[in-house]
């Protein structure tokens, strides 16, 4: 009677409930999300006053390293074809030596532009409407992100990189909230540090300030960049150096970044990739579809207040050219995330129907490098569109880069990219016009959005409280 009865208390039904009903209840599903919010907040201040009081130690070495290739491309090749591949072989698999540790200052670096003193400088970074191109400024970020993983690898005093046996990719970057808007008569300064290491990997967390005119420093964005070391010989991951914490700021930073990886690692575990959605959102996407999507014909155009996310999507292809490598021979990671800002900025302005506004990056994965002399496919799309009392339009861009082989015509996705756009009251069009998916995978992608939009607006409002 007993096996029977634990038999019985084995549900099938439970299997079919997860299914149906794979997250908390409404309330704790919220709970969690303004636990998040918190989190990100709280940790993002923490993080601004922890980098400044540790960054003031440092009085030495803050010049960044360069990670773009300075050399000769035509003796790149000369060197790939004559070089006797066994030396770099036996160079490079020494992954047992004992490492250094590293205090956390050492890899202090920054990046000064003088924009308010500069015209010159400053006519290089304007945008059409006289503010600053956040795409070349996104290029400097992931530069300096890289720069600082190699002075925390090779010293404070670094010159060089070419030849160290390893080299250091950028795997995600988390989310990116503008706090406060770009002064074009100001200086900007550029800055970061290691704040975290794991067995291979590197969390660096960089920072943009706008300084000078006589006011006091403001910080305009903080961001974080997971690096990971590999083997340049057998691409396997490989040891970094392990830090030093000397004082309770960089004790303080050691955990936050911590708890970021842990954070991200959690959400990646929730992603829509994996997971199916909530019974809310489920509800929520069907009303949504029978308002704006049932009884339009497979075919017939989309309506004046909608627009099929199939319709939204804006492409170009790419030759890679040499000019744009990177230390390692392939494309710099920096100038892919130009790109796509700026293929989003355009679809963003395009669907809007007039200028949009930089809120936030909300995400990049970096899957693989871009050979040169490769076409990289970009293919933006509209995912999802708001608005709030704030802004009037919200739109959430998502863009998908494609590496494409001239050899064997193989296409890989390589990055990526979320990018939110807004719209102020005294810009914003008329009308906001909705994007409705058509396909399971549309619906997912819309969700994504959804999300992204609505955990960007609480964080916002938090921080303007």
Same mark, same amino acid.
């Given at each position: 009677m007993l096996s029977f009865t634990l038999r019985r208390a084995k549900p099938r039904v439970l299997a079919h409930a997860r299914f149906i009903h794979p997250t908390p209840p409404l309330e704790n599903a919220k709970a969690d999300t303004h636990k998040a919010v918190a989190e990100e907040n709280k940790d993002v201040s923490s993080m601004d006053t922890l980098l400044r009081a540790v960054s003031e130690s440092c009085l030495f070495f803050v010049t960044a390293v360069p990670v773009r290739s300075r050399g000769l491309w035509s003796e790149t090749l000369l060197n790939a074809t004559s070089k006797p591949a066994a030396l770099d072989e036996a160079k490079e698999l020494k992954d047992d030596t004992p490492l250094a540790p590293r205090n956390m200052h050492e890899s202090y670096s920054e990046l000064v532009l003088p924009f308010g003193s500069s015209s010159q400088l400053l006519e290089q970074y304007t945008n059409a409407s006289g503010g600053i191109r956040t795409g070349k400024l996104m290029e400097h970020l992931d530069s300096l992100a890289g720069s600082i993983a190699y002075k925390h690898?090779?010293?404070?005093?670094?010159?060089?990189?070419? =030849? !160290? =046996?390893?080299?250091?990719?950028?795997?995600?970057?988390?989310?990116?909230?503008?706090? !406060?808007p770009l002064d074009p008569t100001r200086d900007l300064r550029l800055s970061g540090q290691v704040i975290y290491t794991g067995h291979s990997s590197m969390e660096v967390a960089v920072k943009m300030e706008s300084t000078g $005119? =006589?006011?006091?420093?403001?910080?305009?964005?903080? =961001?974080?960049?997971?690096?990971?070391?590999?083997?340049?010989?057998?691409?396997?991951?490989? $040891?970094?150096?392990?830090?030093?914490?000397?004082?309770s700021e960089e004790r303080g930073l050691h955990e936050l970044g911590e708890h970021m990886k842990q954070r991200r690692q959690s959400s990646a575990l929730k992603s829509l990739s994996r997971v199916p959605p909530s019974s809310e959102e489920a509800a929520e996407l069907h009303t949504f579809y029978l308002k704006h999507g049932q009884g339009q014909a497979e075919g017939s155009d989309s309506g004046l207040d909608h627009v099929w996310m199939g319709d939204t999507v804006l492409e170009k292809c790419l030759l890679m050219f040499p000019q744009e490598r990177n230390i390692h021979q392939k494309i710099f990671g920096g100038y892919l995330m130009r790109l796509a800002y700026e293929l989003?900025?355009?679809?963003? !302005?395009?669907?809007?129907?007039?200028?949009?506004?930089f809120l936030s990056l909300d995400g990049i994965s970096f899957a693989r490098p871009v050979p040169i002399g490769s076409i990289l496919r970009l293919r933006s799309q509209i995912l999802y569109t708001a608005s709030s009392a704030q802004y009037p339009i919200l739109v959430h861009v998502g863009v998908k880069a494609n590496v494409v082989d001239v050899k064997t015509g193989q296409e890989q996705t390589t990055n990526d990219f979320r990018f939110t756009w807004c719209q102020d009251t005294e810009t914003a069009s008329p009308d906001l016009r909705k994007v409705v998916p058509k396909t399971y995978k549309e619906a997912m992608l819309w969700l994504e959005g959804k999300r992204a939009i609505e955990l960007g607006a609480e964080i916002r409002g938090l921080r303007t409280k």
């Open positions: 690898m090779l010293g404070p005093s670094v010159k060089k990189i070419q =030849g !160290s =046996g390893f080299y250091i990719v950028t795997a995600s970057v988390d989310r990116l909230d503008m706090l !406060s $005119k =006589g006011l006091p420093d403001e910080t305009v964005l903080i =961001g974080r960049f997971s690096m990971v070391c590999r083997n340049s010989t057998t691409h396997r991951a490989r $040891k970094v150096n392990p830090l030093i914490l000397a004082t989003g900025f355009a679809n963003a !302005s395009m669907f809007t129907r007039g200028h949009v506004r």
